[in-house]
T-cell receptor, first 115, second 115 residues
């Protein structure tokens, strides 16, 4: 049973370009969470999605950031017109159901560098 | 507004001794607490958790203590091993009351276990 898969592991973008980060949850998991870790900081919640639905996007910047989790395929975190401040590690986690005793499992992250 | 705080950025312990990592929180709605371990360039790995109805949970060398009145939890590792050297994150959620696995993380404590 493969774990949470994120790709790419490393992504370099020039200022103004778009960044697309992908997350395939563990098999059987229908809930996906995206977190961002800025240098020297903890992980900050960004968005929580279920299949085809955004449940909680309270941590997402209002502009340039969007997320989706389509019926088929991975969850995508999209950052338009990237700026240097977007450079960070972006982690995805997945879980089966809420309110259960099963924890969320994290992927290895995508390290975005904006040059 | 930092709802979960880890006030010690780093901790150094001798191999075989006890490591104690501390965490404080402010949100009384949190009902589930977790500790994650993280190596550089990897995603967080779940270690141990505790629900707010308990005050202690033990798993092998790892024990988590929860003091609800003080809004404080701690992770004890005994005996400490060099392989335990990593960054440890405390996290909290409204897992049962809020039916969410959305995690609020502390800023982490870097544990160094000296041989």
């Amino acid at each position: 049973n493969a774990g949470v898969m994120q790709n790419p592991r490393h992504l370099v973008r020039r200022r103004g370009q778009e960044a697309r980060l992908r997350c395939s949850p563990m098999k059987g998991h229908s809930h996906v969470y995206w977190y961002r870790q800025l240098p020297e900081e903890g992980l900050k919640f960004m968005v929580y999605l279920q299949k085809e639905n955004i449940i909680d996007e309270s941590g997402m910047p209002k502009e340039r950031f969007s997320a989706e989790f389509p019926k088929e395929g991975p969850s995508i975190l999209r950052i338009q017109q990237v700026v240097r401040g977007d450079s960070a590690a972006y982690f995805c986690a997945s879980s089966p159901l809420t309110g259960t005793d099963t924890e969320a499992f994290f992927g290895q992250g995508t390290r975005l560098t904006v040059v | 507004d930092q709802q979960v705080k880890q006030n010690s950025p780093s901790l150094s312990v001798q191999e075989g001794r006890i490591s104690i990592l501390n965490c404080d929180y402010t949100n009384s709605m949190f009902d589930y607490f977790l500790w994650y371990k993280k190596y550089p360039a990897e995603g967080p790995t779940f270690l141990i958790s505790i629900s707010s109805i308990k005050d202690k949970n033990e798993d092998g060398r790892f024990t988590v203590f929860l003091n609800k009145s003080a809004k404080h939890l701690s992770l004890h590792i005994v005996p400490s091993q060099p392989g335990d050297s990593a960054v440890y994150f405390c996290a909290a959620s409204e897992k049962y009351g809020g039916a969410t696995n959305k995690l609020i993380f502390g800023t982490g404590t870097l544990l160094a276990v000296q041989p």
